[in-house]
């Protein structure tokens, strides 16, 4: 039985888009971290582009780990202070 349905994508996809579009890095440029937020940033969206391209090819599989990945990005940076979303 396979439980990952299209509609189920398509939420996970929406979730880390909003997500994506309203966070913003908290911490200053000259701050040490900051580079780690960058990195952070675009490992995150780098992961959304993958989910997208796995989508495009009928891989739900790899589409909806590769956005777990990115959502896992963006949800640690947040919890180590390196983001906030906007309000």
């Given at each position: ?25 908290k911490i200053k440029k000259g701050n040490k971290n900051y580079k ?27 589409a909806f780990g590769a956005l ?20």
């Amino acid at each position: 039985m396979d439980t990952l349905t299209d509609e189920r994508l398509e939420r996970e996809f929406k979730v880390t888009e909003k997500v994506l579009n309203n966070i913003k890095i908290k911490i200053k440029k000259g701050n040490k971290n900051y580079k780690h937020a960058i990195k952070f940033l675009d490992t995150a969206k780098r992961y959304y582009e993958d989910a997208k391209y796995f989508k495009n090819k009928n891989d739900r599989a790899s589409a909806f780990g590769a956005l777990n990945y990115a959502f896992g990005w963006l949800d640690a940076g947040k919890e180590i202070g390196l983001f906030e979303e906007r309000k």
